[in-house]
T-cell receptor
Framework: AQTVTQSQPEMSVQEAETVTLSCTYD???????LFWYKQPPSRQMILVIR??????QNATENRFSVNFQKAAKSFSLKISDSQLGDTAMYFC??????????????FGKGITLSVRP | DSGVTQTPKHLITATGQRVTLRCSPR?????VYWYQQSLDQGLQFLIQ???????AKGNILERFSAQQFPDLHSELNLSSLELGDSALYFC????????????????FGAGSRLTVL
């Protein structure tokens, strides 16, 4: 079974600064995807970024980027130029395989990020 | 609007009662997933359906059941409700077969908040 660990329960960052959220996972699979989802106060789950395990290049989406270290089973999220709207809970998630019919997500416990004005 | 519709948004009921939560997936999505989010347990996977068939089962109690209908909408039935069943229940959907575009991305609905008194 896969496990996802987010050891930091809370973080705080000043607006416009950079923050990194940590995530580690454990799996014996070789093909998988990793995700970061954001849950703002509205409680909606929003996809932030995804990484395919077979790709060595780290994924980026505007101000969001990841540091994917496959050997270390580490998948951190970097948020640059933090904005007040980034205040949310962030979940790291793992998906075995290549998607399709057997593609459930296993989530970490989440980290609460507060962006200070 | 994510395209995944969940009803009702809020539900308050008493212990021992039975409720049904409904989910309409994004147009074209074949897989439906149910997750439970409670304060102490985080996001827990309950069950997945793919094109009407059960594909994966997680930590779903025997008091809970689900199904996916021919029009691909899904219902989660919760019976003999207990105080501890109070939670936010998410439905998510994803596109069909492995290899198809977006097959590995789960899109979440806004959730159904259940309060058991």
């Amino acid at each position: 079974a896969q496990t996802v660990t987010q050891s930091q329960p809370e973080m705080s960052v000043q607006e416009a600064e950079t923050v990194t959220l940590s995530c580690t996972y454990d799996t014996s699979e070789n093909n998988y995807y990793l995700f970061w989802y954001k849950q703002p106060p509205s409680r909606q789950m929003i996809l932030v970024i995804r990484q395919e395990a077979y790709k060595q290049q780290n994924a980026t989406e505007n101000r969001f980027s990841v540091n994917f270290q496959k050997a270390a089973k580490s998948f951190s999220l970097k948020i640059s130029d933090s904005q007040l709207g980034d205040t949310a809970m962030y979940f790291c998630a793992f998906m075995k395989g290549r998607g399709g019919a057997n593609s459930k997500l296993t989530f970490g416990k989440g980290i609460t990020l507060s962006v200070r004005p | 609007d994510s395209g995944v519709t969940q009803t009702p948004k809020h539900l308050i009921t008493a212990t021992g009662q039975r409720v049904t939560l409904r989910c309409s997936p994004r147009s074209g999505d074949l897989s439906v997933y149910w997750y439970q989010q409670s304060l102490d347990q985080g996001l827990q996977f309950l069950i997945q359906y793919y094109n009407g068939e059960e594909r994966a089962k997680g930590n779903i109690l025997e008091r809970f059941s689900a199904q996916q209908f021919p029009d691909l909408h899904s219902e989660l039935n919760l019976s003999s409700l207990e105080l501890g069943d109070s939670a936010l229940y998410f439905c998510a959907s994803s596109v069909g077969p492995a290899g198809s575009s977006g097959a590995n991305v789960l899109t979440f609905g806004a959730g159904s908040r259940l309060t058991v008194l």
